[in-house]
């Protein structure tokens, strides 16, 4: 328990590595044709019963796609590598191998496939052929945003924003948590005071992106980026834009507005529209060993997107959308994902809307079936 | 001298038993099991007051609008179409003559999943059609949404879109879908909130409609 509570120490020494953002040149859309290798489209053939509504997000392990609706149907899909429907992996509902609430989900350091059901604090865990094998529930309610398995170790690490029911750990709340493998917690990081609990905040569809034996760690309203090990916590990436740049510490400004922040009158978008005015990275942070894929959101709250070379660690452009002019054309759909096995940056888009992206003289015109309820997955290789 | 012995040894095994007991009662592991078989007992709790908030809801429901006098003179629906709506119709000319209706009165605010499994387990009750018309109203306010609805929940019935707070119920400005039916004098009864949390309570409303 001792070893634990050293390895998960959060440690600021080190310093970070700084990706500076020109706000004054963001492009309308990129052309990255130079730097892509190829291009794939899976299309998912699903089938009657087991629909997709909106695809929220997608990984992918020994070539199978997991696709995850949380917004409409909250169930987890497997596709085979030709976008075939082949079974649905997790479900919500009253069964007694059914989730009451999927939140996340992940691959732990056996690359076995684990479902976080945030209603019932469970992680459901499945063997390599995605058959439900164990499910294991917290001995004490907790309850997070956002869960992954710690690389190289059995432990777990939560997410939790300001308003979860947790108890504080230590007479504290706070929004890391480090569990056991029995999901019981062993430690927290990022500790908060009480007056902030309650305060309803912006989450992300993931707060953890593994890259190699790393968890990149991301917060809304934080353009900070740490590193979970092994080891322990320690700073990573800090984004800082040209001009306009959000605060390196919105707490402060928050402690002055908690009348308005925990008013249950006033709408949650309101709340911390005063942050809105800067800008400030938007939770997706995919990368590979050579490049680092942001996005980001200007003072009107306009998305745009980054390349970070990791060479030197400098930004190459930014753009709100980025295309392809010479094989394939067609403008790309925002990236959702990067499959390491595969070195592949994915994207999600649906027939009508991959239709309308391609250029008149695009070959792809007679292969797309141009249906908005038809999904597809583009994979983006660059070189 | 014996039973000297054999009395203290009673008395200090006894003594050994209550300070173990003492111990084994603030150890750690103990207060675990406590706080697990307390978290348990709220669990259950929390869950029984959901289950009265939901039936009081009912209750509350159906005292407020079955066999109320309510007038369709001015509500219009349509058929929802890609970038218009079409066919306007007076609900009343729906809802007058024929036979029963069972309306589903679907809104896109709340929760969806909530009210989903109403479509597939009217499916188990195929006397419902036999006597009613099942007739569907939504409020999408967009039309991706909608079709993605139509995709998920597979509806085999009329769809009629009808904007949100039009009907003179209650429940119509709030978040949940809701239920009732009308014969051919347009008396509106057996208004009903499903909820997939409580399935048994679904099966209950269609089996009573069913059986009238």
Known sequence: MAYCLLMY???????????EINNAQ????????????????????????????????????????????????NKIFLFNDSGKYLKTVARTGFGKEDAINISDFWFNN?????????????????????????????????????????????????????????????????????????????????????????????????????????LRFIEAYNNSIKNVTAEGISTGYKISYSSASLPDDIMPGMKNKLYILKNPKINPKDKLAYLKKYYRFAGTWLENNKYIYLASRDSVSNYFLSLVSKADDQVLFSSKSLCETERYKLQLPPFLYYDEENDEFIGVTNGADLYKSLYSDSKLASTIVQDPLVFYLVRVKLK | MKKYTEKVSSILLLLFFVIFLSFYQTSSKYQEKLKAGYTSIKG??????????????????????????????????????EKEKENPRKLKTIFAGGRQKLVIRYTEIGCNSCTDSIFHILDQYPGIRKKYDVLILIDFSNYDSYLKWRKISAPKDSVLWLSKGALPFSIEDGNKSYMFTTNSFMELSDFFIPNSIFPAMIHNYLHNIQSK
């Open chain 2, 44 to 81: 259950m709790l929390m869950s029984r007051e959901g289950k009265e908030e939901y039936l009081s809801q009912l209750l509350d429901l159906g005292f407020k609008e079955n066999n109320r006098q309510i007038h369709l003179d001015t509500i219009t629906v349509y058929q929802l179409a």
């Open chain 1, 110 to 214: 056996k690359g076995e496939l684990e479902v976080y059901d945030y209603g019932d604090c469970r992680i459901f865990q499945y063997d390599s052929l995605f058959n439900l094998v164990r499910i294991k529930k917290a001995p004490v309610p907790v309850f997070f945003i956002s869960m992954h398995s710690i690389p190289r170790t059995s432990n777990y690490i939560g997410y939790a924003t300001f308003n979860l029911p947790n108890d504080p750990f230590n007479g504290k709340p706070y929004h890391i948590a480090i569990l056991d493998s029995n999901m019981k917690i062993i430690n927290t990081d990022l500790t908060f005071g009480d007056e902030y609990v309650g305060v309803p905040f912006l989450s992300y569809p993931q707060h953890f992106y593994k890259f190699h034996d790393t």
């Open chain 1, 26 to 73: 963001i492009d309308s859309v990129h052309d990255i044709s130079s730097l892509i290798d190829n291009v794939n489209f899976t299309k998912l053939q699903e089938v009657d019963g087991e629909h997709i509504g909106t695809i929220f997000t997608v990984r992918r392990k020994q070539n199978y796609f997991l696709v995850y609706d949380r917004l409409n149907v």
């Open chain 1, 9 to 19: 120490s959060c440690n600021t020494k080190s310093k970070s590595i700084n990706l």
